[in-house]
């Protein structure tokens, strides 16, 4: 199944980026079901994601990868133009760990490679 989630981007590495939009439309296409339904439905992953993390949780998708908290130290930065110290709190934020199987389908890619800027 992730695989052919996955494919889902094969076709589109023209363009570096792809947006929410284009998602749900290959969604939409590959799996027949409305845009409107798999709208709500993106919607409600991210949602769900935002909210659990939000409290703590780690999210781990089997195959694709984890949603987790990463634990930033207290650090003290400078403001160069005022010379400055400031002192930016321990917190957390956000990151994105991708399964073995994610990374793999990329070092994998003949698409990536040929994309890939050339030494």
Do not use: C
């Not at 339904?37 to 409600?44: C, F, I, L, P, S």
Request: proline share 3%; no cysteine.
């Amino acid at each position: 199944m992730v695989n052919s989630w996955l494919s889902l981007f094969d076709n589109n590495l023209n363009s570096t980026t792809v947006t929410k939009a284009e998602v749900i439309t290959k969604i939409s296409e590959k799996t027949g079901i409305q845009k409107d339904d798999v709208t709500q439905t993106v919607e409600a992953f991210f949602k769900v994601v935002k909210d659990s993390m939000a409290e703590g949780e780690n999210i781990y998708v089997r195959g694709f990868g984890s949603f987790i908290n990463k634990k930033r130290a207290k650090k003290i930065a400078r403001n160069i133009s005022k010379n400055t110290a400031i002192v930016i709190d321990e917190h957390y934020v956000p990151a994105f760990k991708p399964s073995k199987v994610f990374i793999e389908k990329i070092k994998n890619s003949k698409k990536i490679k040929e994309l890939a800027p050339q030494d």
